[in-house]
C-alpha cells in the first residue's frame, strides 16, 4: 500500500496561535479529505522568525503537496512576509482589514494586538477571580457563597457540571459554581436547601442513561453508581426536578462543554 | 457634552460564537476607535433565525451608524441570508473558502461543521480527562499520579499554576500537575523529593514581587505572606532553583493564562 504524502497545513500566528487553528480548522472540516498534517507555530512577532518561518514552507512547498497556510498574524510587516511564502496563504486578518478601514474612515495600525493577552486588566483579573471561585466551589464543596455565583449548574454526578463550570470561568469570567445532585434529593419533591434561595440562578445538566453508564463505568467498573438502573433514576429524578422548579436545563451527551457554555450564556442572559 | 450613539457590532455564529468575537475584536483593535456596542448570537442554525437576526441588524443600520457584523457561520444558505443584510459584512469563513477549494480541488460541502463541538470524540474525551486530572492534582493535592503528567507546573503560591494548568488541560487536553513550592523548599539546594523523578517535565512560573505582593495581599491583606519582602524572597529562591536543576521558566506577571500555555506547549514539544 503506498501512501500519498500528508500535506502539510501550518497555523501562524504572532499570539498564542488558538484563533488560526480553530477558523483554520473550521475551514478545512468543509472539505472531505483529511490527509493533513498540522502544525502550529505560535509568537511569530519578528520580521527574522518570519523568514524562518517561509523557509520551512518553502523547503517542503519544493518537496511535496504545496502547504496551506492560515496566518493571524496581524503585524503588516510579519504579514508582507509570510505572504511571500510558497504555500497557499489564508491570511484572516489581512483579507478584511481593507473593509474595516473603509467602514471606520481610519486607517489599521498593523500593530499587533493581543486578542489572547492581559487585555483589559480589569477584565482578564476577573477572569482569573473566576477561575478561583470555581475551583473553590466545585462539587458543592462551598454552599456558603453561592450568593455570589452568577449561575449554579446542578446535575446528578459526571454530567459536565466541572469542566463546564471552568470553561465558563476560563473563557467568559462568569462565576459559576456547581451542586451535585445524589439520591436524597429526590426523596422529596422540593429542591434541595441550599439552591432554594436561588432557584432562578440554577441552570441543570442532564444526559442520557446508556452515556452516563459508561462514563461512570470507566470511574466505578460494575458498580451500583454506575448501572444503567441507577442512572436513569437519577436522570429521570433530575429533570423531573428541573421542571417541576422551572428550571432551564440541556442534555451534556452530545453537546461539547464550548457549546454548554454558550447556551448556558444565552439562556441565562449573563454578561460575559 | 454629546455622546456619538455607539457603533453596533454583531458576532454571529452557527455554533458558539467564540472564534467570531475573537478574531472580530482583534481586528477592531487595530482601529483607534472603541466605540463600539458588542452583542453575541451564537447558534444561528436555521434560515428563519438568521433572517430574524438580519430584520435585527436592518432596524439598528435605518436609525444608527452602520452596524459591524463579523460572521462564522459556515452553512452556504445561512451565509447568503447574513450577506444581505444592511451591516457591514466581514464573513470569516466564506471570503476564504474559494481559496482552498482551488487549493484543494473539491468544492466545500457548504454544511456546518463544529469547530468546538464533540469533534474528534476521543480527543474530546482525552480533553474531559485532562480536566479531570487537573482537578485531582491541584495545588499538589495528590502526588502519586505525577508519573502520569505530561507537564508539572512549578512556583511559589499565586503565580498562576493553577489557572494554566487548566487552561492546558480544557483547551489543550494536556495533563498538567501543579507543586507549590514553599519555604521549606528553599532550605536546600535540592529538589523538592516528589519532583525528584520528574525534572524532565518541570516548568517553572514566576512573577514580580511587587506584582504578586498585590495578588497575595487581596487574599489575605498585610501579613507576611504577602508582604513585599517574602515575594522578593520566593521569587528568588524559586529562580534561582529553576536554574540550578534546568528547568525552563516564565515571568506569569504581564502575560494570560493563553500566553503561558501557548508558551509551554511550545518549550516542552508536547502534543496536543
Redesign the interface.
Known amino acids: 500500500m503506498t501512501t500519498a504524502a500528508l500535506r502539510p497545513v501550518y497555523f501562524l500566528s504572532d ?5 488560526a487553528e ?2 483554520g ?9 483529511d490527509n493533513f498534517d498540522r502544525v502550529t507555530i ?2 511569530i512577532t519578528t520580521a527574522e522568525q518570519a523568514r524562518s518561518v517561509v523557509r520551512t514552507i518553502d523547503g517542503l512547498a519544493a518537496t511535496g503537496p ?1 502547504p ?1 497556510v492560515f496566518s ?1 498574524a ?1 503585524s503588516s510587516e510579519i504579514r508582507q512576509i509570510l505572504a511571500g511564502c510558497k504555500g ?1 496563504i ?1 491570511d ?2 489581512g ?3 481593507g ?2 478601514e473603509q ?2 474612515g ?1 486607517p ?4 499587533p ?7 483589559n486588566a480589569a477584565r ?1 483579573q476577573s ?2 477571580a473566576a ?2 471561585y470555581a ?1 473553590e466551589h ?1 462539587d458543592g464543596q462551598s454552599l456558603r457563597a453561592l450568593e455570589k455565583a452568577q449561575v449554579i449548574l446542578v446535575a446528578p454526578s459526571r454530567c ?1 457540571k ?2 463546564t463550570t ?2 465558563l470561568a ?2 467568559h469570567g462568569i462565576f459559576a459554581a456547581n451542586f451535585p445532585l445524589v439520591d436524597e434529593d429526590f426523596q422529596h419533591d422540593g429542591l434541595p436547601k441550599p439552591l432554594r434561595p436561588f432557584v432562578s440562578k440554577c441552570f441543570g445538566l442532564s444526559s442520557n442513561p446508556l452515556r452516563l453508564s459508561q462514563i461512570r463505568t470507566e470511574r466505578r467498573p460494575s458498580s451500583p453508581y454506575a448501572s444503567l438502573r441507577q442512572c436513569g433514576f437519577e436522570l429521570r429524578s433530575a429533570e423531573q426536578l428541573y421542571v417541576s422548579h422551572r428550571i432551564p436545563y440541556l442534555n451534556s451527551a ?6 454548554m ?3 448556558i450564556l ?1 439562556r441565562m442572559n449573563l454578561k460575559h
Open positions: 499570539s498564542t496561535g488558538i484563533t480553530t477558523l480548522n473550521t475551514l478545512l472540516t468543509q472539505f472531505p479529505v505560535p509568537f504545496q496551506l493571524t496581524v497557499v489564508v484572516l486578518i483579507t478584511h482589514v473593509v474595516l467602514a471606520l481610519a489599521a495600525s498593523g500593530e494586538g493581543r486578542a489572547h493577552g492581559l487585555g482578564y477572569r482569573m477561575v478561583e475551583m466545585d459536565g466541572t469542566p471552568m470553561y476560563l473563557q452530545t453537546v461539547s462543554v464550548e457549546e457554555a454558550a447556551t444565552q
